[in-house]
């Protein structure tokens, strides 16, 4: 099984048939929109524009889950990345990716990558960072810690890596030119 059996609900009702994306590269990131990591939707905009044309695919998720960062409606949403961020990558309806309404997507990656590459320290630094505002990130092993997860697919559908929130777009640059 791969990323390209699965099917997502597009902020406007429709689907994306992930096997329409064969071929190319995804960076699947499970957003929020009043985050601390938020502005990392300009660095995916620098990654989209940057390497869309060389087979680059960014799928954002919405995902109001954690301290409920993305309020409002698929539309509002879209509208305010658009317009504080200009965003041009696909934007998909608002998901949960923890817990038993979990969407099947995130619940393969989870169970695919099931760890962030990233350091202990890093991880250990975001999990202090939420029990000192009284929130609450990963609960289960293999869960998302918190909005800006990221995972790379390769254009096979196969998955990479996984990202920690703390990772920005910059740092995953050079991983994609190596890629692409």
């Known amino acids: 099984m791969t990323i390209h059996d ?9 689907s994306l048939d992930l096997a329409s994306l064969k071929g190319k590269v995804l960076l699947i990131v499970n957003t929020a929109t009043g985050c601390g990591f938020t502005p990392q939707y300009e660095g995916l905009e620098k ?6 044309e060389r087979g680059l695919e960014i799928l954002d998720f919405p ?4 301290g409920h960062q993305a309020p409002g409606s698929d539309d509002e949403i879209h509208q305010f990345c658009a317009l504080k961020y200009n965003t041009s990558f696909d934007q998909l309806a608002k998901i949960e990716v923890n817990g038993p309404g979990a969407d099947p997507i995130f619940a393969f990656l989870k169970n695919a990558r099931p760890k962030d ?28 810690e918190w909005n800006f997860t990221k995972f790379l697919i390769d254009r ?21 030119a190596t890629l692409l």
């Open 47 to 52: 990654l989209y524009a940057k390497y869309h």
């Open 63 to 66: 995902c109001d889950q954690f």
């Open 117 to 144: 590459d990233a350091p202990e320290a890093a991880i250990a630094g975001l999990r202090d960072l939420l029990v000192k505002h009284g929130l609450k990130g990963a609960e289960a092993p293999g869960d998302i």
């Open 156 to 176: 096979d559908g196969n998955i990479l890596k996984r990202f920690h929130p703390t990772t920005t777009p910059e740092e995953i640059d050079t991983v994609l």
């Open 6 to 14: 699965f099917t997502a609900k597009g902020r406007n009702g429709t």
